[in-house]
């Protein structure tokens, strides 16, 4: 019984992970970065998965994003998630 439990749990797992992976990149322009709070602000189109229209609003960046390489007024792709409850960009190309 206990090795089922432990394959299901890993076959949810894994459904879950791949589910992640079929998220659309979404479109925007950065429009300010606050470096010190590691937060990015984004004019964005509309984030599907996120059930959000287009608007412009503040993100946390995720551990992966490297604000260094950002600029206001760049033309982004990126992929945005709730991380522990919060709005985050977590990949920016």
């Given at each position: 019984?206990?090795?089922?439990?432990?394959?299901?749990?890993?076959?949810?797992?894994?459904?879950?992970?791949?589910?992640?992976?079929?998220?659309?990149?979404?479109?925007?322009?950065?429009?300010?970065?606050?470096?010190?709070?590691?937060?990015?602000?984004?004019k964005h189109g509309?984030?599907?998965?996120?059930?959000?229209?287009?608007?412009?609003?503040?993100?946390?960046?995720?551990?992966a994003v490297d604000?260094?390489?950002?600029?206001?007024?760049?033309?982004v792709k990126f992929?945005?998630?709730?991380?522990?409850?919060?709005?985050?960009?977590?990949?920016?190309?």
């Amino acid at each position: 019984m206990r090795l089922l439990t432990f394959f299901t749990t890993v076959l949810l797992a894994t459904a879950t992970a791949g589910s992640a992976w079929s998220a659309e990149m979404a479109e925007g322009t950065i429009k300010k970065i606050d470096a010190a709070q590691k937060k990015i602000t984004i004019k964005h189109g509309e984030l599907k998965d996120l059930e959000m229209p287009s608007m412009t609003m503040v993100f946390a960046a995720g551990e992966a994003v490297d604000l260094t390489k950002l600029k206001a007024g760049q033309k982004v792709k990126f992929m945005a998630a709730r991380v522990n409850g919060r709005l985050t960009v977590t990949e920016v190309k």
